[in-house]
């Protein structure tokens, strides 16, 4: 079902509909996401309907300061605060404990949380005039390939979204690498854009991949 009236480039407007528990799609430095305000429980939810799948998966989130890590990380160690130095904004998520402040259908009832702040001024000015952090998964049915363009995300899942945010085409991109840095040492649960090479290499730390 194709509507393409949602497209929209306010983020007046998709903050919102964050506020009032709705969930959207807007443009990040990878692909298009997902986004719901990942502090509400509900809303969250709702992002397991769009993709069409059951509520198991941890849903990563996005921040807008680095500072946040403390307020939504739990027992953040130094070498979080060093990775994201190095790497933010970027695309490079980083799984930390989880605070009290993340509902438990965001981590997939884990205890832990992946973090990121996007290279992309879209979802950063909506995190910080939402004032909380925003699900990060991408737009697309689970199971079918991520999409790059919001043409591509309304005509896929149009009828499920209350707006989809117009950032155009997105250039082609490996999805963030995530690492766990709960492990020691720290775990790479997916190599994406940024090697783990690289990441040895500017944080000087032994990784496993």
């Not at 799609?25 to 993709?51: C, E, H, M, R």
């Not at 952090?133 to 309304?154: F, K």
Request: charged content about 20%.
């Amino acid at each position: 079902m194709q509507v393409p009236d949602i497209l929209s480039t306010s983020t007046i407007r998709a903050v919102e509909i964050l506020r009032s528990g709705g969930v959207i799609a807007l443009p990040t430095d990878t692909l298009y996401g997902i986004s719901a305000n990942a502090l509400d429980a509900d809303a969250a939810s709702k992002v397991f309907t769009v993709k069409g799948r059951e509520e198991f998966s941890p849903l990563p989130i996005f921040l807008c300061e680095a500072s946040d890590i403390f307020r939504y990380g739990r027992d953040v160690p130094d070498v979080a605060v060093r990775l994201a130095e190095l790497f933010w904004p970027g695309k490079l998520t980083i799984v930390v404990g989880k605070s009290e402040r993340i509902p438990s259908v965001v981590s997939g009832g884990f205890d832990t949380v992946g973090l990121r702040i996007p290279d992309h001024p879209i979802p950063r000015e909506i995190v910080r005039e939402l004032g909380a952090p925003i699900t990060a998964t991408s737009a697309n049915v689970s199971g079918r390939p991520p999409l790059t363009a919001a043409s591509d995300v309304v005509a896929e899942l149009g009828g499920r979204l209350e707006l989809v945010f117009d950032g155009g085409v997105l250039s082609p991109s490996l999805p963030s690498t995530v690492i766990d840095v709960t492990a020691n040492p720290p775990r790479i649960l997916r190599e994406g854009a940024v090697s783990p090479s690289h990441i040895q290499k500017l944080a000087g730390i032994p990784l496993e991949v």
